[in-house]
T-cell receptor, first 111, second 115 residues
Framework: AQSVTQLGSHVSVSEGALVLLRCNYS??????LFWYVQYPNQGLQLLLK??????LVKGINGFEAEFKKSETSFHLTKPSAHMSDAAEYFC?????????FGAGTILRVKS | EAGVAQSPRYKIIEKRQSVAFWCNPI?????LYWYQQILGQGPKLLIQ????????DSQLPKDRFSAERLKGVDSTLKIQPAKLEDSAVYLC?????????????FGPGTRLTVL
């Protein structure tokens, strides 16, 4: 079965600083990987997805992620954090017909 | 384009009571999912429909949970009787098909509190 591990349940950065949210996956088949964001009292919104094309994937709101097979990682980055980026972020892997989510990382942005 | 609609947004019930949640997916989306998100955890799939047929219900506690998708559009998820551990956010999502790369679009969720 496929699984993901998100390192760090909470990450705090200053406004304008680099955002790095970590995700490692375990998959017995070539993985399809997703990053979703969840704002308070809202559903999940897709940020970006890796579907075996380019290893560097660009998403919405300035986020991007790089698929590294050798490290089984799919870390999410943003060069400069904004206050509006404060939310919970979930990494997920496609397992057959379903998504398997990590436990999430809450991003706090300090002014 | 309208998103995935869910109701109610919040529900508080006593244990052993029953409760039902409703979901209206994005128009034209053949696949519908129900996820359970317990506080501090990622969403976990409960059941997946393709049109009005069940594709995967392996993680649905069938002794108390049931779901249906009549006419391949709207869906309801029911819990009867509810337990304290059912307190969670129930998320509905939809996608165009069942390809592994399909994007799932999520509704705002229903927050259930069981007292």
């Amino acid at each position: 079965a496929q699984s993901v591990t998100q390192l760090g349940s909470h990450v705090s950065v200053s406004e304008g600083a680099l955002v790095l949210l970590r995700c490692n996956y375990s998959s017995s088949v070539p993985p399809y990987l997703f990053w979703y964001v969840q704002y308070p009292n809202q559903g999940l919104q897709l940020l970006l997805k890796y579907t075996s094309a380019a290893t560097l994937v660009k998403g919405i709101n300035g986020f991007e992620a790089e698929f590294k097979k050798s490290e089984t990682s799919f870390h999410l980055t943003k060069p400069s954090a904004h206050m509006s980026d404060a939310a919970e972020y979930f990494c997920a892997v496609s397992d057959g017909n379903k998504l398997v989510f990590g436990a999430g990382t809450i991003l706090r942005v300090k002014s | 384009e309208a998103g995935v609609a869910q109701s109610p947004r919040y529900k508080i019930i006593e244990k052993r009571q029953s409760v039902a949640f409703w979901c209206n997916p994005i128009s034209g989306h053949a696949t519908l999912y129900w996820y359970q998100q317990i506080l501090g955890q990622g969403p976990k799939l409960l059941i997946q429909f393709q049109n009005n047929g069940v594709v995967d219900d392996s993680q649905l506690p069938k002794d108390r949970f049931s779901a249906e998708r009549l006419k391949g559009v709207d869906s309801t998820l029911k819990i009867q009787p509810a337990k304290l551990e059912d307190s969670a956010v129930y998320l509905c999502a939809s996608s165009t098909g069942v390809v592994r790369t399909d994007t799932q679009y999520f509704g705002p969720g229903t927050r259930l509190t069981v007292l």
